[in-house]
């Protein structure tokens, strides 16, 4: 019977594995890599690939200890196409090591470079943001400043910030605009985290100091529907939409993703001071219910394209809108000032094309981006607040607003433009070269609409790097080892007005070139132990915010310097192994020798980034999994770093912070997660999680008497959450307990952050 008009036509390939003697093949992996399809032969050698589109497709087979199979297959009907191989052994080393590709992602594991793969398929059922999911990754940190959307600092091998680049889909996403943050998204958006520590593969172009982390949106080539939607604590409301339509007999797709996220995020917060708002007394610290902290943020971004034409892999048409509003409870770096209607928004839009093409050993890939991000902050309120949410209205002739000197409405405008060709060759099985060009470029411009005196990003100011990369790619005929050479130039160049003291605009110009070069090295010493070296002369370019200041805490700074790093890494690996039980390990050490390097210093309320003249960061790492077929799961790190400022004079005198920890950096953490399946026929899965961080000091530890220096104490936290699948995993169920003996957390500058809180999700999947 012929399929009716508009139905969308499969077929599916089934098989039977064996080696020359007959005996069959259990575990053998088997994929259509293009469509992102694969499954695994059972006991008996048997395997079934469903749903797959009408044409041609390249059929792979991959075992440890045989040879790989490729196969060009086409599907022309409905009907299964039945196959069967047998599978020749071989002593080759390059054989045995080549992995069992469930997914693209243990490629990557076994790369010569450290990077660690967060795949999200088992979390898209869980309440979490990305940052929740890297928390779960070795050698992360991420320290926030209250709950849903406050700010928050990521740390990765005692690198921060901007220090470690962010990209979604290969596209750097700084100057997205507070909207586009990573707390912002929802795991349902994204398929997988790429964290690289030290060296940087150039395909990802950017100015990193001493890492990187790639977020992966859904690369399903079918059509789907992915909506999700949870309420919780706090009266926190999340909704994230991810949708595809791509008819089984064409090319073109129409994606749709977004996302809309509320929260009150009025926790309870103890030992708050309190202030008389008369007189200014202290009153003593109270615990008090935090009511000036709602935030609310949204995107909406659809993406139209074509696939496997003959020009093009993959070519789509991207356009995104984002929004934030944010109330503003206390400035980020302390507690002891209440605002009661200091707030901002946000709006960003974004247009970029994308474009993919492989040729046979030729590949090119490249992306063209122009945006607008807009911010408006917000201080005019003529009211003064404390904690208990008192107010009383200042004189008519007290120009202050609750922040600033004076009332101010400040509006900042930063228009963006970014681009990377990327093109890779693999002129023999054993050699590949790749290069690599980028420009970036922003300008910012501002006014304010309230205080004429403010004459902050009046003048435009605009900051453009360019990048030029190579790279040289060596395998071992055995496959026992990789050599890779990568080489960068660097070109800085930019304009910064900025008013000194007595309002008057200085301009500062920007020059800057260097050449930088890395390596990295990888060994089997057996099929299944992997040891890994690298090493890179790397540098970072300032962002505008922190030459510029961001218009609310952070003081402009032209004088800022680049800064520039030495890095060294050595790890261990032992690969994922077959059986009922698996387990793997991971062990990296780390070694960052930073000149100039960038940090922020809090001065007040506000704060200025400053250059540190030499830092040395020092840590190991060590994660652990260990999983019984698919019904436990356990996952354990760990983490100690020491950044120390090794500069023993400051400005031609004594430093008397010389050798003492970077204050506000916590340097010993680690994390532990179970997952359960109770029920081997029912599709209920628990979960248990910790994170512990030991005390570290707010300030610079040799400054001050012990009995009176600040720290962040330290913290052990607990999560509950379950999950209940049904009608295969078409309706979805979670609850979440975080925080779940409501420990009092702290994190950045020693804010607290919120208690004991629970939400519920409800998650919708089709797929056709």
């Given at each position: 019977?012929?399929?009716?008009?508009?139905q969308?036509?499969?077929?599916?390939?089934?098989?039977?594995?064996?080696?020359?003697?007959?005996?069959?093949?259990?575990g053998?992996?088997?994929?259509?890599?293009?469509?992102?399809?694969?499954?695994?032969?059972?006991?008996q050698?048997?395997?079934?690939?469903?749903?797959?589109?009408l044409?041609w497709?390249?059929?792979?087979?991959?075992a440890?200890?045989?040879?790989?199979?490729?196969?060009?297959l086409?599907?022309t009907?409905?009907?299964?196409l039945?196959?069967?191989?047998?599978?020749?052994?071989?002593?080759?080393?390059?054989?045995?090591?080549t992995?069992?590709?469930?997914?693209?992602?243990?490629e990557?594991?076994?790369?010569?470079?450290?990077?660690?793969?967060?795949?999200?398929?088992?979390l898209?059922?869980?309440?979490?943001?990305?940052?929740?999911v890297?928390?779960?990754?070795?050698?992360?940190?991420?320290?926030?400043?209250?709950?849903?959307?406050s700010?928050?600092?990521?740390?990765?091998?005692?690198?921060?910030?901007?220090?470690?680049?962010?990209?979604?889909?290969g596209?750097?996403?700084?100057?997205?605009?507070?909207a586009l943050s990573?707390?912002?998204?929802?795991?349902?958006?994204?398929e997988s985290?790429?964290v690289?520590?030290?060296?940087?593969?150039?395909g990802?172009?950017?100015?990193?100091?001493?890492?990187?982390?790639?977020?992966?949106?859904?690369?399903?080539?079918?059509?789907f529907?992915d909506?999700?939607?949870?309420?919780?604590?706090?009266?926190?409301?999340r909704?994230s939409?991810?949708?595809?339509y791509?008819p089984?007999?064409?090319?073109?797709?129409?994606r749709?993703?977004?996302?809309?996220?509320?929260s009150?995020?009025?926790?309870?917060m103890?030992?708050?001071?309190?202030?008389?708002?008369?007189?200014?007394?202290?009153?003593g610290?109270?615990?008090?219910?935090?009511?000036?902290?709602?935030?609310?943020?949204a995107?909406?971004q659809?993406?139209?394209?074509?696939?496997?034409?003959?020009?093009?892999?993959?070519?789509?048409?991207?356009?995104?809108?984002?929004y934030?509003?944010?109330?503003?409870?206390?400035?980020?770096?302390?507690?002891?000032?209440?605002?009661?209607?200091?707030?901002?928004?946000n709006h960003?839009?974004?247009?970029?094309l994308n474009?993919?093409?492989?040729w046979?050993?030729?590949?090119?890939?490249?992306?063209?981006?122009?945006?607008?991000?807009t911010e408006?902050?917000?201080?005019?309120?003529?009211?003064?607040?404390?904690?208990l949410?008192?107010?009383?209205?200042?004189?008519s002739?007290?120009?202050?607003?609750?922040l600033f000197e004076r009332?101010?409405?400040?509006?900042?405008?930063d228009?963006?433009l970014?681009?990377?060709?990327?093109?890779?060759?693999?002129?023999?099985p054993?050699h590949?070269?790749?290069?690599?060009a980028?420009?970036?470029?922003?300008?910012?411009?501002?006014?304010?609409?309230?205080?004429?005196?403010n004459?902050?990003?009046?003048?435009?100011?605009?900051?453009?790097?360019?990048i030029?990369?190579?790279?040289?790619?060596?395998k071992?005929?055995?496959?026992?080892?990789?050599?890779s050479?990568?080489?960068?130039?660097?070109?800085?160049?930019?304009?910064?007005n900025?008013?000194?003291?007595q309002?008057?605009?200085?301009i500062?110009s920007?020059?800057?070139?260097?050449?930088g070069?890395?390596?990295?090295?990888s060994?089997?010493?057996?099929?299944?132990?992997?040891?890994?070296?690298?090493?890179?002369?790397a540098?970072?370019?300032p962002?505008?915010?922190?030459?510029?200041?961001d218009?609310?805490?952070?003081?402009?700074?032209?004088?800022?310097a680049?800064?520039?790093?030495?890095?060294?890494?050595?790890?261990?690996?032992?690969?994922?192994?077959?059986g009922?039980?698996?387990?793997s390990a991971?062990?990296?050490?780390?070694?960052?020798n930073?000149?100039?390097f960038?940090?922020f210093?809090?001065?007040?309320?506000?704060?200025?980034?400053?250059?540190?003249?030499?830092v040395?960061?020092?840590?190991?790492?060590?994660?652990?999994?260990?999983?019984?077929?698919?019904?436990?799961?356990?996952?354990?790190?760990g983490?100690?770093?020491?950044?120390?400022?090794?500069?023993?004079?400051?400005e031609?005198?004594?430093?008397?912070?010389?050798?003492?920890?970077?204050?506000?950096?916590?340097?010993?953490?680690?994390?532990?997660?179970?997952?359960?399946?109770?029920?081997?026929?029912?599709?209920?899965?628990?979960y248990?999680?910790?994170?512990?961080?030991?005390e570290f000091?707010l300030?610079?530890?040799?400054?001050?008497?012990s009995?009176?220096?600040?720290?962040?104490p330290?913290?052990?936290?607990?999560?509950?959450?379950?999950?209940?699948?049904?009608?295969?995993?078409?309706?979805?169920?979670?609850?979440?307990?975080?925080?779940?003996f409501?420990?009092?957390?702290?994190?950045?500058f020693?804010?607290?952050?919120?208690?004991?809180a629970?939400?519920?999700?409800?998650?919708?999947l089709?797929?056709?």
């Amino acid at each position: 019977m012929s399929p009716l008009k508009g139905q969308t036509v499969f077929g599916s390939i089934e098989g039977q594995l064996s080696d020359k003697q007959g005996q069959s093949l259990p575990g053998v992996a088997i994929f259509i890599d293009s469509l992102n399809l694969g499954t695994a032969s059972d006991v008996q050698g048997h395997f079934l690939l469903e749903k797959i589109p009408l044409g041609w497709h390249l059929l792979e087979i991959q075992a440890i200890g045989f040879k790989s199979i490729q196969r060009k297959l086409q599907i022309t009907n409905s009907q299964k196409l039945a196959l069967n191989f047998q599978l020749e052994e071989t002593a080759n080393l390059l054989e045995e090591i080549t992995i069992l590709r469930k997914s693209q992602a243990e490629e990557k594991r076994q790369s010569t470079f450290t990077v660690n793969i967060l795949e999200t398929k088992g979390l898209q059922n869980l309440s979490s943001d990305l940052n929740q999911v890297l928390r779960q990754s070795s050698g992360i940190t991420i320290r926030e400043a209250g709950g849903l959307g406050s700010g928050f600092k990521l740390s990765l091998n005692g690198l921060s910030g901007n220090q470690i680049r962010i990209f979604r889909d290969g596209i750097p996403m700084e100057n997205f605009g507070s909207a586009l943050s990573l707390n912002n998204f929802p795991v349902n958006l994204i398929e997988s985290i790429e964290v690289y520590k030290g060296v940087v593969p150039i395909g990802l172009a950017a100015d990193a100091l001493g890492g990187a982390i790639n977020i992966n949106s859904s690369q399903n080539q079918q059509s789907f529907l992915d909506a999700a939607y949870s309420i919780g604590s706090f009266n926190t409301h999340r909704l994230s939409i991810s949708s595809q339509y791509a008819p089984g007999n064409r090319n073109f797709f129409l994606r749709l993703n977004a996302f809309g996220n509320y929260s009150d995020n009025n926790y309870r917060m103890k030992s708050v001071p309190i202030y008389d708002l008369k007189l200014g007394n202290y009153l003593g610290d109270q615990e008090v219910q935090r009511f000036h902290s709602e935030y609310q943020s949204a995107m909406l971004q659809f993406e139209a394209g074509y696939r496997n034409l003959k020009w093009a892999d993959q070519i789509a048409l991207s356009t995104s809108q984002a929004y934030n509003f944010k109330n503003y409870q206390h400035p980020d770096n302390n507690i002891k000032r209440s605002f009661g209607a200091f707030h901002s928004h946000n709006h960003s839009q974004l247009l970029s094309l994308n474009y993919k093409k492989k040729w046979n050993k030729f590949r090119l890939r490249a992306y063209a981006l122009g945006g607008l991000s807009t911010e408006s902050i917000v201080d005019t309120s003529s009211y003064k607040y404390n904690w208990l949410g008192e107010k009383i209205k200042r004189a008519s002739d007290d120009p202050k607003g609750e922040l600033f000197e004076r009332k101010s409405l400040m509006e900042l405008r930063d228009q963006m433009l970014r681009s990377n060709i990327m093109a890779s060759y693999e002129f023999h099985p054993y050699h590949q070269i790749q290069l690599s060009a980028s420009q970036s470029y922003l300008g910012r411009e501002g006014q304010d609409l309230v205080n004429p005196f403010n004459n902050s990003f009046k003048i435009p100011s605009y900051i453009n790097k360019s990048i030029l990369a190579a790279s040289y790619l060596l395998k071992a005929p055995s496959g026992r080892w990789n050599l890779s050479l990568l080489a960068k130039e660097y070109w800085y160049n930019g304009e910064i007005n900025s008013p000194d003291d007595q309002g008057q605009n200085q301009i500062s110009s920007l020059a800057f070139e260097r050449f930088g070069a890395g390596a990295t090295f990888s060994y089997y010493l057996t099929p299944r132990w992997q040891i890994k070296t690298s090493y890179e002369k790397a540098y970072r370019l300032p962002e505008a915010y922190e030459i510029l200041g961001d218009g609310i805490y952070v003081n402009a700074n032209p004088e800022l310097a680049p800064e520039q790093s030495d890095n060294y890494n050595l790890g261990l690996r032992l690969n994922p192994n077959m059986g009922t039980w698996k387990y793997s390990a991971e062990f990296n050490a780390f070694l960052r020798n930073s000149a100039d390097f960038i940090r922020f210093k809090p001065l007040g309320p506000f704060g200025q980034y400053e250059n540190l003249h030499e830092v040395r960061s020092l840590g190991t790492e060590l994660s652990l999994n260990l999983a019984y077929k698919d019904r436990i799961q356990i996952t354990l790190n760990g983490t100690y770093q020491d950044l120390r400022d090794r500069n023993p004079f400051d400005e031609g005198l004594e430093n008397i912070n010389y050798n003492s920890r970077i204050p506000n950096v916590p340097y010993f953490f680690n994390n532990a997660r179970l997952a359960v399946k109770p029920l081997r026929k029912q599709s209920l899965k628990l979960y248990w999680s910790t994170h512990y961080v030991h005390e570290f000091f707010l300030n610079w530890e040799n400054l001050g008497h012990s009995d009176s220096k600040h720290i962040i104490p330290s913290q052990l936290n607990h999560d509950l959450e379950c999950e209940y699948s049904f009608q295969e995993g078409r309706y979805n169920l979670s609850l979440s307990l975080n925080n779940l003996f409501d420990a009092e957390l702290y994190d950045n500058f020693r804010i607290q952050k919120p208690g004991r809180a629970i939400y519920l999700k409800f998650r919708y999947l089709f797929k056709s």
